[in-house]
T-cell receptor, first 110, second 111 residues
């Protein structure tokens, strides 16, 4: 399975943008880049996904490098409720399972 | 639209016992996946059911088994419990291979 590398933890101030990096140098052509997050005492929740082009939704933006070997999840204006573990995941469109790593624990400072 | 629900929320068992965990899928979803999450780790894929058939399995021994019912709800059964089975068990439902929606999990403690 292709793997991702993320920092163990990050801090950001409330109401500022947050850029969460992810490296996936062994990505294959059929892998989509997915982001999930897990708030304390909850199951993971889907955030965003993309293949090649940058993506935006109501929760976040996903910036994908041209060579697809890295990506960045962007929270435009962090709130205290965004404190969570963020997982960057490669998911083959033919494969149904999700392979989670350890993710990045994001701390938001008031 | 009802989200994914799991029962019970917490459970304590002793080593060697058997346990059944339950999951109700989100309305309209026909696929259920089960994950085990140890403390401080990301979730690990156990198996997936699609239309009542097992559709993929992770690296878990046969004492982890499952069922999916005609209404697409699901059970995870674990026999001969071991101390290392203590974890948060997560169920996720989806429509085909679209995005998975997770339940809140069942916290299992094995003593």
């Amino acid at each position: 399975d292709a793997k991702t590398t993320q920092p163990n933890s990050m801090e950001s101030n409330e109401e500022e943008p947050v850029h969460l990096p992810c490296n996936h140098s062994t990505i294959s052509g059929t892998d989509y880049i997915h982001w999930y997050r897990q708030l304390p005492s909850q199951g993971p929740e889907y955030v965003i996904h993309g293949l090649t082009s940058n993506v935006n939704n109501r929760m976040a933006s996903l910036a994908i490098a041209e060579d697809r070997k890295s990506s960045t999840l962007i929270l435009h204006r962090a709130t205290l409720r965004d404190a969570a573990v963020y997982y960057c995941i490669l998911r083959d469109h033919r494969d149904d399972k999700i392979i989670f790593g350890k993710g990045t624990r994001l701390h938001i400072l008031p | 639209e009802t989200g994914v629900t799991q029962s019970p929320t917490h459970l304590i068992k002793t080593r060697g016992q058997q346990v059944t965990l339950r999951c109700s899928s989100q309305s309209g979803h026909n696929t259920v996946s089960w994950y085990q999450q140890a403390l401080g780790q990301g979730p690990q894929f156990i198996f997936q059911y699609y239309r009542e058939e097992e559709n993929g399995r992770g690296n878990f021994p046969p004492r982890f088994s499952g069922l999916q019912f005609p209404n697409y709800s699901s059970e995870l059964n674990v026999n001969a419990l071991e101390l290392d089975d203590s974890a948060l068990y997560l169920c996720a439902s989806s429509l085909e291979d679209n995005e998975q929606f997770f339940g809140p999990g069942t916290r299992l403690t094995v003593l």
